[in-house]
């Protein structure tokens, strides 16, 4: 496996005073910011507290069984009933969208991912097969036994716009983050500084399920065992570094924030190949290809 670096005290989670714990769990990070950790991964919401119908958004949707506990949390945040405007995808993989076709059918709602992405999100391609190989835990050594789709949303499935903009979300634009997918995006708010990386970065380690239970504040690159395209990876990482975030949420881990969070983040990227990629895996020297044979990396990504 790659070189766990410990980070601390580099890297440090958001403090109490920023994350509020709602009765249902839900961390709110900033005034409309929140994010729910729900079994191995995280989903988030954007939008003020008792914002109420259709003046929300989901951002992922979590694993398979978990439609109950977003419902619950979205109520909780946002009132009962409240329907959010759109789901925005940062990648489709399963730990990701759980509760996709449900929700997006109950909510009636859009469904917005990088082109790039829409394959697996269409029911057109399924994922290459995740990596035991990478090492690293229990987490990995299950990888190829997860599923690998794909869902289909493909009648409320819409690109994101190719200004950079996100629909429902003022002030925020997606980044195009590949590597850990070939349609990964990454959400940018300038004003605060904020990221929802999704998993270009992550601040647990999720190829071990220790630490994924444990959920001790570090820094780390994308999850081993399904990253497809390392060089893309390593760009991906640098960019948002490069972008100096004061506040960060990712698909998985405690969200951080602060100078120490940026000097951990700072430390990945400059270190990207002892730190995050694996020392053995079968995409290491190749991409990965869909399903179907087609080349995963597709024109334009």
Known sequence: MAEQIPLPPEA??????????????????????????????????????GAGDRNWVLIDAGIH????????AAAERFGEGARPSAIVMTHGHFDHIGALEDLAAEWDVPVYAHVLEHPYLDGSAAYPPGDPSVGGGAMAALARLYPRGPVNVGGRLRALPEDGSIPYMPGWRWIHTPGHSVGHVSLWREADRTIVAGDAFVTTGQESAYAVAVQRAEMHGPPMYYTVEWDKARESVRRLAALEPELAVTGHGVAMHGPEMR???????????????????????????????????????
């Open 12 to 49: 440090s989670a958001v403090d109490p005073a920023l994350d509020a714990a709602r009765r249902d769990h839900t961390h709110e990070i900033a005034p409309d910011l929140a994010y729910r950790r729900l079994g191995i991964v995280n989903v988030v919401f954007y939008g003020a507290s």
């Open 65 to 72: 069984g978990t439609k109950g506990f977003i419902k619950s």
């Open 263 to 301: 000097a951990a983040l700072h430390r990945l990227a400059d270190g990207f190949d002892a730190i995050a990629v694996p020392k053995q895996g079968r995409y290491l020297a190749s991409p990965a290809r869909a399903e179907d044979g087609s080349a995963y990396v597709r024109k334009g990504a």
